[in-house]
């Protein structure tokens, strides 16, 4: 039996809300170590370059954080208010940008370890590799299971999301 518009949109809105509990974790721990790092001993030993990296990956996971948290306040602020294609057409949206936020993070803050501990030569090939393989994983591959799958876009129910 074929679900009816509000059974999808009900469907979407759940799994979208899901997704985002994954994902929110590993964003708030990444902020949370990053916000501790300038009061630690070592923090003095990094170049500038490296502070200012280490800056830009804080402000790519506050930025992820604020995207991946959204779509949960806009679902409560605009609770009942019928909005729910919307609510699932730009948190899907927020979504995509909070994931963007945090790959281009943890290749920064990836960057600034890398650096600190084995200099130039490995950073460069780390960063690149970590960027390369969260671009992947994240982004890639799904499309490329699409192709193989024959890019089909009437897939069923379970496979909409």
């Known amino acids: 039996m074929a679900e009816s518009e509000k059974e999808r949109l009900d469907r979407e809105l759940i799994e979208l ?3 985002l509990r994954v994902a929110l974790p590993g964003v708030q721990v990444l902020f949370a170590f990053l ?3 300038p009061f630690t001993n070592r923090f003095e030993r990094l170049t500038t370059a490296d502070r200012a990296i280490y800056f830009v990956a804080l402000l790519l996971s506050a930025l992820a954080s604020a995207f991946l948290i959204a779509p949960s306040a806009h679902h409560r602020l605009r609770f009942r208010a019928g909005a ?4 699932i057409q730009v948190g899907n949206r927020m979504a995509l ?3 963007v936020s945090l790959a281009l993070g943890v290749a920064a803050s990836i960057s600034v370890v890398a650096d600190f501990l084995y200099g130039d030569a490995v950073r460069i090939p780390m960063t ?3 960027l390369l393989g969260l671009g992947f994983l994240w982004f890639a591959m799904p499309r490329v299971a699409e192709s193989l799958r024959g890019g089909s876009r009437e897939a069923s129910a379970d496979d909409e999301s």
């Open 17 to 19: 809300l899901n997704e």
């Open 35 to 37: 916000l501790t790092l």
């Open 84 to 87: 729910k294609e919307e609510l």
């Open 97 to 99: 940008a909070g994931l």
């Open 128 to 130: 690149i590799g970590v």
